[in-house]
């Protein structure tokens, strides 16, 4: 009568035996991943907005014109990992409106603990301006500054070695970035918040 028992313990013992051996692969490349990890020590590229200029700025009733002109610089504080830039648009926002955009950016490779500077030029795009983007655009135009946000979208990949990532989204944001219309004023460097 004992015998009809012992292919069930079998089985249970195999379930057991799956169990573990499923449990320790988990534990390994956990534990792989952490290693990698602690000796890659990823950091967050930083942003920065160097320099800022328009041409051509002239507001037409609700439709405005002009090139911005922004330099940018890209810091790569990571002393293992490369990025490759494969694309990036950039676009000027003001009050939550775009009202410049550029595609134009060439692919760059920044190498490790480097910091690249490159320049956009997003062009103002044909759109109607919202009544209150208009008239605050207006008022600041009187001033010489326009306040602008400048937003980042870059398509990238990093390089470890001989390893390349999948490619990623990258958005960077910077916030209060002030374009003088006159050329002759300094400009203040504008740091930028960076998300992947």
Known sequence: MARPAAPRSRQGGLIRCIA???LVTIILFGLIILIIWLEV???LLTFTVEESSVHGFHLEKNHINGTFRFSMKS?????KVSVYYNSMNVYVVYDEQTIAFSDAVVPFFQPRHNGTQFVVKPVAQPVLLMGSVSRDLRLEEKTGDIEVAVKVKANIRFRLGIW???ERTLRVFCSS???HISSAKNFERSYCDVHL
Do not use: A, D, T
């Not at 810091?75 to 002393?79: D, I, T």
């Open 20 to 22: 573990i051996m499923v």
């Open 41 to 43: 020590r990823p950091k």
């Open 75 to 79: 810091y790569n504080p990571n002393s």
């Open 164 to 166: 390349k990532s999948s």
């Open 177 to 179: 970035v002030v374009v």
